[in-house]
């Protein structure tokens, strides 16, 4: 297995060059990286495989959090969501970190941690779980994009370089590109990393394990619940009900109902 390649933008074929543009003009920022993962390589992460045990589910030992996970589903299906919806939405995901048996606030406050909460709905849930430090946190924009049969994942410079511990927290794991494409731009072999997230499909959490043994690097997935699969646009559905998504776009969900707090965190030095 290969790892995914840094790309230039220069050398980007028109089409890709403009899906580039067109996402930073979305999210008002600059990809200082863009990380390719093509389509073989993503089919051999995404491959059927049995759970490793760095992966730590939730749900397996508390049932209650698959009711959450219920919750949060069903008002991603509405076809109107009110301030009420979000709201119940975000305390669900919310209720989802405290139920995992490891917190990201007790891993995030460990000596030497270095802590990344994506734009928007890991940094949204990490101020809420009080896991940013205002020295060693960091909340880059990880963006991914469809290109070439693959996904080219953009990250802006809000993203520490060289960690030896890690700790991110994100609100769910789909394709698992975007937390792929972080480990492999921050870590350098040896590091230790914990991922805290609310949910994750099998593919996503079995990519995450393959991508670090491959990056050399310690991983641990605390993840409140694993189900669903990927359609054809990576995104997390039922299975036998593919146009029924399990959590939908948890960014625009909870943005609404949790404006963003004054700090945006760190910006990494130009080379």
């Given at each position: 297995?290969?790892?995914a390649?840094?790309?230039?933008r220069?050398g980007?074929?028109p089409?890709?060059?403009?899906?580039?543009?067109d996402f930073?003009?979305q999210?008002?920022?600059y990809?200082?990286?863009l990380?390719?993962?093509?389509?073989?390589l993503?089919?051999?992460?995404?491959?059927?495989g049995?759970?490793?045990?760095n992966?730590?589910?939730?749900?397996?030992?508390?049932?209650s959090v698959i009711?959450r996970?219920?919750?949060?589903?069903?008002?991603?299906?509405?076809p109107?969501?009110?301030?009420?919806?979000?709201s119940r939405?975000?305390q669900a995901l919310?209720?989802?970190?405290?139920?995992?048996p490891?917190?990201?606030q007790r891993?995030a406050?460990?000596?030497?941690t270095?802590v990344?909460?994506?734009?928007?709905?890991g940094?949204i849930l990490?101020?809420?779980?009080?896991?940013?430090p205002?020295?060693r946190?960091?909340t880059p924009?990880?963006k991914?994009?469809?290109?070439a049969?693959?996904?080219?994942?953009?990250?802006d410079?809000?993203?520490?370089?060289?960690?030896?511990?890690?700790v991110?927290?994100?609100?769910?794991v789909?394709?698992g590109?975007?937390?792929?494409?972080?480990l492999?731009?921050t870590?350098?072999?040896g590091a230790?990393?914990e991922i805290?997230?609310?949910?994750?499909?099998?593919?996503g959490?079995?990519?995450l394990?393959?991508?670090a043994e491959?990056?050399e690097?310690s991983?641990?997935?605390?993840?409140g619940?694993?189900?669903?699969?990927?359609?054809g646009?990576?995104?997390?559905v039922e299975?036998?009900?593919?146009?029924?998504?399990?959590?939908?776009?948890v960014?625009?969900?909870?943005?609404?109902v949790?404006?963003?707090?004054?700090?945006r965190?760190q910006?990494?030095?130009?080379?």
């Amino acid at each position: 297995m290969n790892a995914a390649r840094l790309l230039d933008r220069t050398g980007l074929p028109p089409q890709a060059r403009q899906t580039v543009d067109d996402f930073e003009k979305q999210h008002d920022t600059y990809f200082s990286h863009l990380v390719h993962f093509g389509p073989q390589l993503l089919e051999s992460l995404h491959a059927p495989g049995a759970l490793p045990d760095n992966i730590r589910i939730a749900s397996a030992d508390d049932p209650s959090v698959i009711e959450r996970m219920s919750a949060v589903t069903a008002v991603a299906n509405l076809p109107e969501q009110h301030e009420a919806d979000r709201s119940r939405y975000l305390q669900a995901l919310l209720d989802i970190y405290g139920m995992l048996p490891v917190q990201a606030q007790r891993s995030a406050s460990a000596a030497g941690t270095t802590v990344i909460a994506p734009e928007r709905e890991g940094r949204i849930l990490a101020e809420r779980l009080d896991v940013l430090p205002q020295k060693r946190g960091w909340t880059p924009h990880a963006k991914r994009m469809p290109v070439a049969g693959g996904l080219l994942v953009g990250v802006d410079e809000w993203l520490p370089s060289q960690a030896d511990r890690l700790v991110i927290v994100d609100g769910v794991v789909a394709s698992g590109v975007t937390l792929m494409a972080m480990l492999q731009l921050t870590l350098r072999p040896g590091a230790d990393v914990e991922i805290f997230t609310c949910h994750s499909t099998r593919q996503g959490a079995l990519a995450l394990a393959r991508y670090a043994e491959q990056l050399e690097v310690s991983l641990t997935l605390h993840v409140g619940h694993v189900s669903g699969a990927l359609n054809g646009k990576f995104y997390a559905v039922e299975p036998d009900a593919p146009d029924q998504v399990l959590l939908g776009d948890v960014g625009d969900t909870i943005s609404p109902v949790a404006p963003a707090f004054p700090l945006r965190g760190q910006r990494r030095e130009r080379a």
